[in-house]
């Protein structure tokens, strides 16, 4: 899982937004990397539906949080 806090052109409203936050194009980076790298992003529900199931999940399967950002 990945867990991302705030993600924000400027983030300067939030007191910790250096250590919490990261800017549009690294977050798109980030996903980028990803993608090319061949992770498969999963949501929460099909994440839930999968196991739920009792199914596989892909080998290289990530999840993206947002926390209460």
Do not use: C
């Amino acid at each position: 899982m990945i867990v991302y806090h705030s993600i924000s052109p400027d983030a300067g409203w939030l007191p910790w937004s250096q250590n919490t936050s990261v800017r549009p194009e690294v977050f798109e980076r980030h996903m980028t990397v990803l993608a090319r790298k061949g992770w498969t992003v999963l949501s929460r529900e099909a994440f839930q539906a999968a196991r739920a199931r009792g199914l596989r999940l892909p080998a290289k399967s990530v999840m993206v949080h947002f926390d209460d950002g």
